[in-house]
């Protein structure tokens, strides 16, 4: 897949008729992988003399010293790319997944994806605040996969730092790890917090999945308090419609939720059954 218009990088040729000038492109279709791999083009890779071998450098005798390789701008641009992509922690399902490549036929998943897509184009021009979402419905509803694409081009486009955590495996259970003096986590409780309160860009799975206590709704109603006054863009998916945290932590995580999110119900059919990983176009 050509990434030219998904990314300002641009250490091809300018001629290359399969990556337009950005030194590498997106392979979908990765046997025995359900997950998307970057691969350094023709372009650069053909005229290369290291080999692809770190620091990607060759001896130039004319000048008697170590110059950059041809595919050496290319190769790091790419590296770069593929850190923050597994930095965010996405998915493989869902690594490299793009809004472009989405089936948009069912209207509730239109407007959630012209959402995401809002989001994703206007994250430039920031003068006013930026609402996240909040991405409700049945399971395999494009849910996660959404937000995922979201985070995905955040990081294609403008080499954003992003995050992906499911609720209680990631966020909760982490807090919890923390507290066990046998785990090496123990007494980073405030470090693990200040990540996920401190990234751009959050994306919190299954939201609502975790077992109801005053400890985790009190847990959850800080990050999202603390990401909203920061003004951080956090996107939410769960099975849950918003109006269930009414009744939960005093309703001030349904207050925050109204403020900083908006609210989408995605009521459509399975959508993991009727798409192949990157087989819509």
Known sequence: MNLKNLTPIREGSPSCKFCAGVGFLL??????????????????????????????????????????????????????????????????????????????????????????????????????????????????????????????????????????????????????????KESELHGMEQTIKKQFADVEVLVLDDFGANKESDWANSQLYDLIDTRYEEEKVTILTSNIPPTDWKDKAEGRIFSRLMEMAKQIHLDCPDYRLSHSAFGTH
């Open 27 to 180: 392979e979908e279709n990765v046997k025995n992988s359900s997950s998307g791999v970057l691969l350094l083009c023709s372009c650069v890779g053909e005229s290369c003399p290291c080999g692809g071998k770190a620091p990607y450098m060759v001896y130039d005798e004319s000048q008697n010293r170590m110059l950059p390789c041809v595919c050496h701008n290319a190769r790091m641009e790419l590296g770069k790319v593929e850190y923050l992509v597994k930095k965010a922690g996405i998915p493989a399902r869902y690594k490299y997944r793009t809004l472009d490549r989405m089936d948009t036929t069912e209207l509730s998943f239109l407007a959630a994806h012209d959402w995401a897509n809002d989001i994703v184009i206007q994250w430039k021009e920031r003068e006013r605040i930026q609402q996240g979402l909040y991405l409700w419905g049945g399971t395999g509803s494009g849910k996660t996969l959404l937000a995922c694409a979201i985070l995905n081009e955040l990081i294609l486009r403008y080499g954003l730092e992003c995050k992906y955590a499911k609720i209680n495996r990631d966020f909760l259970s982490t807090i919890r790890d923390s507290y066990q």
